[in-house]
């Protein structure tokens, strides 16, 4: 393909006028078929979120049928400011009829050279000469990273870019194109990337450049996606295999000429299928050795072959491995059986180097087979017992398999280092970081890496990853892990918690956010958690932690009403102010609450089975107020307490001056 083809595009601009404090919106747009009405929604719709640096482009669709469009929103600094002295940024929205793209397949690349030099508004809808696409420019810029991301795409889940802050814009945006470019032609009419997205906005980007993964989002890692792609059964691993076995300038071309609109939940298989008929697919019929061999066999091949140093004949069992595994999912039973040949027969402990090129596919598909298709904490403690001394490819064989659960994820990370250790901890999720440091029983090495990371990445006060406080108060910030894990050390304990609030909600606390910290079920159970938050709000911090302390009390509105007026109340040396001189009638109490009242109270009064519910209203509360009772010990009246602390002042005071004479006589 090559040469020119024109376009006609609907465009609005998104923004503020100047010296005002008017909301963001449309300032002008075409009159075209889409509508001012319309143009807000897609602005909306497909917002990236709050992006600090700029420019950054965004590639969104609306329509469908005869009415899909494809969009381009090109955002920028408006150089003007607001009522308030703040930036404006300015958004110019480009929607360019499906048919028209589609016709002589144009690339985002050439959409954003030629919608990049026009000042808007103009008059009418814009029409510019656009360069079609190029399959060999694009083909330049493929590697594995792009390979994985569209193939990734084709699970329908958010795949988001890490570790690529350093890139400039523009080629971010080149490999959008190229992601965009190895999926048929008829995906963009669904598809939505952006150059840049905000982490912590809820938006509706599938493709993205982007600080941190959100949960539930594939990440991929900038540059070093062949450290990252897991061996899945599933149509994006036959994806990927396919355009790593096929040409990318002739992949690029076919996939340019599937321009039927299709829709991401049927484009797998499709796309898999046109591809087969024209013999680009690596999953074909004729791959060697018998029919009917069982994984079982073929890994007992493996370890005769490894055993008598044949590693060049480990190729055809291997592939039949793979397509086995591809093919079908093993029952447990078989994966447990797997799992006994690999561990009696050693096959983790063979050479990295012994096996030269078929290194990687080698442990893929042995830990598919005995450890799959998710590896699960006691998984990895299976391989750690087989493979003592865990080379570093099979780690990064193990850090390609999907993790059951993230503290597999963050105990592999562990047994890296440098800047592979980094990379795998970019790619973990706050949330996941979080639920692994949070998970019982406590390891203090997962803890650490995880408080190291989140404390990293609110380095800045909290604006960097505004999901950490939402993460750490759903898991009552960590409390339980913290305290477990350093009982002896009230220090250490109060310089994490500080840190890890510094980091969720930066360096001084305002009142809203102490009182979600407070107000945490987990914070009772920690005083060290409860000092470090009082000590990043201030002055405020007793009277806003009472408040608390009355809410998780859980009393009646009317005693909880009382308590609050006692607090009130100035202090006195006589007795507390009266709660209920009616209280209601007594309730029956769960032998648990019994204990709870006990612990709380103390050596006190003694408790009885059944006492609580045997006195009367008025007992119990005075003996809550320290009051003595008749036939009792009681409560020391306020006149004892103090003879005993100035029987005590009086006693330590002379027996310091008797220590002074005896130093001086002598």
């Known amino acids: 393909m090559s040469g020119r ?3 006609t595009a609907e465009w609005a601009v998104w923004g503020k006028r100047s010296g005002t404090r008017d909301d963001y919106g449309i300032l002008d747009c075409s009159k075209g078929p889409l509508s001012r009405d319309d143009f807000a929604e897609i602005m909306t719709r497909y917002a990236p979120g709050t992006l600090e640096h700029l420019p950054q482009v965004t590639l969104s669709w609306v329509g469908g049928g005869d009415t899909a469009y494809i969009g381009m929103a090109i955002q920028d600094w408006s150089g003007r400011q607001d009522g308030l002295s703040r930036d404006i940024a300015e958004t110019r929205y480009f929607g360019v009829p499906y048919a028209q793209a589609a016709a002589s397949p144009v690339s985002y690349t050439a959409l954003h050279h030629a919608f990049d030099v026009c000042a808007l508004p103009v008059a009418g809808p814009l029409s510019v000469e656009v360069d079609v696409l190029d399959p060999h420019a694009i083909a330049e810029t493929v590697d594995k990273t792009v390979m994985g991301a569209a193939s990734l795409l084709l699970t329908g889940k958010e795949v988001c870019v890490v570790r690529g802050e350093s890139v400039p814009m523009p080629d971010r945006l080149r490999f959008l194109d190229a992601v965009a470019a190895l999926l048929p032609y008829g995906l963009r ?10 982490s912590s ?3 509706r980007i599938m493709l993205s450049f982007a ?3 959100r949960e539930g989002a594939h990440s991929v890692v900038w540059g070093a996606y062949e450290n990252e792609h897991p061996l899945r059964h599933d149509v994006a691993t036959r994806y990927f295999e396919t355009l790593l076995a096929g040409s990318p300038e002739d992949l690029v071309g076919r996939l340019a000429m599937m321009t039927e609109p299709m829709s991401f939940r049927t484009a797998g298989h499709q796309t898999l299928a046109l591809l087969d008929d024209s013999r680009q697919t690596l999953v074909h019929a004729g791959w060697p050795g018998p029919p009917g061999r069982t994984a079982g066999e073929d890994l007992n091949l493996c370890a005769d072959f490894i055993g008598h140093k044949r590693h060049q004949e480990l190729k055809d069992p291997l592939e039949r491995l793979y397509h086995l595994l591809v093919a079908a999912r093993l029952t447990d039973d078989e994966v447990r059986g797997n799992r006994e040949i690999i561990e009696g027969r050693s096959l983790l402990r063979a050479g990295p180097r012994s096996l030269g090129g078929l290194r990687d596919r080698f442990y893929d598909v042995v830990l598919a087979a005995g450890y799959g298709p998710e590896l699960t904490l006691e998984g990895l403690g299976d391989v750690r017992r087989s493979a ?6 099979l780690v990064l064989a193990m850090a390609r398999m999907p993790p059951a659960e993230p503290a597999v994820s963050l105990r592999l990370v562990s047994c890296l280092d440098g800047e592979e250790q980094a990379r795998a901890l970019a790619a973990l999720q706050t949330a996941d970081l979080v639920r692994a440091a949070a998970r019982e029983p406590f390891d203090e090495d997962i803890l650490w890496m ?7 990445r609110g380095a800045d006060g909290g604006t960097e990853d505004t999901g950490i406080a939402a993460a750490l108060y759903e898991h009552g910030y960590l409390a339980d892990a913290v305290e477990a894990c350093h009982p002896q050390d009230g220090d250490m304990r109060f310089t994490m918690f500080r840190h890890l609030l510094t980091a969720a909600y930066g360096t001084a606390l305002d009142r809203q956010a102490y009182e979600e910290i407070v107000g945490c079920p987990a914070v009772p159970r920690s005083v060290s958690l409860t000092v470090a938050a009082s000590s990043l709000y201030g002055w405020e911090s007793e009277r806003v932690l009472m408040e608390a302390f009355v809410r998780h009390a859980q009393l009646d509105p009317a005693t909880r009403n009382q ?3 006692c ?6 040396r006589e007795r507390a102010p009266a709660l209920h001189e009616h209280p209601p009638a007594s309730r029956e109490r769960a032998p648990a609450t019994r204990e709870v009242v006990k612990e709380s109270l103390g050596p006190g009064p003694s408790f009885a089975e059944g006492s609580l519910q045997q006195r009367d209203g008025n007992e119990f509360v005075a003996m809550l107020r320290q009051e003595p009772r008749s036939g009792g010990h009681g409560w020391p009246e306020p006149w004892r307490i103090t003879l005993i602390v100035v029987l005590g002042v009086g006693f330590v005071c002379g027996l310091i001056y008797l220590v002074i004479i005896l130093v001086l006589q002598s």
């Not at 009419?189 to 905000?198: G, I, K, N, Q, V």
Request: proline share 10%.
């Open 450 to 456: 995880a408080y190291t990371e989140l404390v990293a």
């Open 563 to 565: 308590v609050r007026e």
């Open 189 to 198: 009419t669904r598809l939505t990337a952006s150059t840049w997205t905000d």
């Open 567 to 572: 607090l009130a109340a100035p202090a006195s």
């Open 388 to 393: 003592p001394d865990l080379p570093r490819p």
């Open 211 to 213: 600080k941190h993964a």
């Open 201 to 203: 906005a809820k938006h």
């Open 5 to 7: 083809t024109r376009v």
